[in-house]
């Protein structure tokens, strides 16, 4: 477990959570618990994501992969514990002393990273590739990429925004204005995903390049081409960008953050 | 997700849930919510323990495991999405109106069934089939096997009895009665159950057995011998019905179950 989460990565999600709630005036030692309990979720994804069942992946973050450096049965469960420790972490009163905001999170957590989010799209991640000979034919339509990848990437980035708001107990503007940057920063994020590893150094990426064309998997960049996607990122960013107009300065940091996200090497 | 949780079994912690909800005047539909929910946490640990890096089983409740059924990456991600399914459910108001109740509730199974519970507790138990060369000889003392059992197995079995004096919000006394209840029925199921993988019928059991001593797996059966063994079952019937003493004949059904997990044969 702590090989899996504390070995680098770049911690875009507890970063976005403790962006927003020092945007919205949520207290930092909560947004710090909430970005933990987040980053165990994305990390135990990764760590099953790279199983041998799954992406079958031994890099990872410039490192060996969890079941590369223990074995398989190890990587499995200590994904699991993760998982499960998210929730046990945002039981705490240290993630906030209301109860009601603590359900809150935890509700929205386990929506973002359940069936109807992470794990489901990851599902249709892996239908999408065409492994299932009794699924429906490889997905080849940009709608069905679109909601593949809202779930499978773009819901753990909507909390992480998303949490802020919870944890400040925003009013339903600003609330409104952080869910829409959240879903384009989501949405963003895959698409320099795709582009990285179509166009990435393996070497500064941290894992494996390539992969996505090597399993016939269709991303937004195939179908739209690379100038199209680069387009629609750049949308995205200002998308993003006019959501938080009405901070105004306050906002400097988030909107540099999906600038980043946009154009990140790695 | 469906296949691996109403495919059957004997439904042993959520009719424990509703026994220790209607004992202690819990209502039964918030019964029936939680009851659900630990049953998800059940399903997901029995479809990660049966992929082939686990303890690769072809069967489990009389039909083909779910990695069987379908496929490696479904199950993992199957018992992924049953495990955060299992949050989900328990943040909901249907579980109970008092927000409150619901933290208790979900810190209390992320605990019993995370790294210091069953999943720690599946960790403790491969150890002890001495499959990881770096890790400590396997394990041959009662102490050891007890501390592995009560993590792996007992955790939830005590959670399915807590979890209805936290929905009555019942006080210390009656609490304390039902946790002894529940530890003892705990350790019990997990004798029972190395006594089934010794002396059971696989076409009752529903699953493989001979398990464990073919993975050179110490079990209390083995370090205390069948008939001191089926003693210490018989000692803690007795003192899970105890344990109950002070409810009369209300607790009868749950006297009843502890005989029933001490001497079923499936």
Redesign the interface.
């Known amino acids: 477990?702590r090989y899996a989460t504390l070995g680098g990565g770049k911690r875009i999600r507890p970063f976005l959570v403790t962006q927003t709630a020092q945007l919205l005036g949520a207290e930092r030692s909560h947004a710090l618990h909430v970005g933990a309990a987040l980053e165990c979720i994305h990390c135990?994804?990764l760590v099953?994501d790279d199983?041998p069942?799954?992406d079958d992946d031994a890099l990872r973050r410039g490192r060996p992969t969890v079941h590369k450096a223990?074995?398989?049965?190890?990587a499995?469960?200590a994904?699991?514990?993760l998982?499960?420790?998210a929730?046990?972490i945002?039981?705490?009163p240290e993630c906030h002393p209301a109860?009601?905001v603590?359900?809150a999170l935890?509700?929205a957590?386990?929506?973002a990273?359940?069936?109807g989010g992470m794990?489901?799209g990851?599902?249709l991640d892996?239908e999408a590739e065409g492994?299932?000979a009794t699924a429906a034919p490889p997905l080849h339509d940009i709608a069905g990429v679109r909601t593949l990848q809202r779930m499978k990437t773009g819901a753990l980035l909507h909390f992480a925004c998303l949490s802020g708001a919870l944890l400040a107990q925003a009013d339903h503007e600003a609330r409104d204005s952080i869910e829409r940057y959240g879903f384009a920063i989501g949405e963003a994020f895959q698409i320099a995903d795709d582009l990285l590893d179509i166009e990435g150094d393996p070497a500064v990426v941290g894992k494996a390049t390539g992969k996505d064309a090597s399993a016939n998997k269709a991303t937004l960049v195939d179908l739209l081409g690379v100038p199209a996607a680069r387009e629609r990122l750049n949308e995205l960013v200002a998308l993003a960008e006019q959501a938080l107009a009405r901070f105004g300065s306050a906002a400097a940091g988030l909107k540099a953050t999906a600038r980043f996200i946009a154009n990140r090497n790695a």
Chains 1, 2 share one sequence.
């Open positions: 477990m135990y994804s099953h199983l069942a799954m223990f074995d398989d049965a190890t499995i469960l994904g699991d514990a998982l499960t420790f929730f046990d945002l039981s705490r109860e009601g603590r359900i935890i509700a957590l386990a929506r990273s359940g069936i794990a489901g990851q599902m892996l492994r299932f």
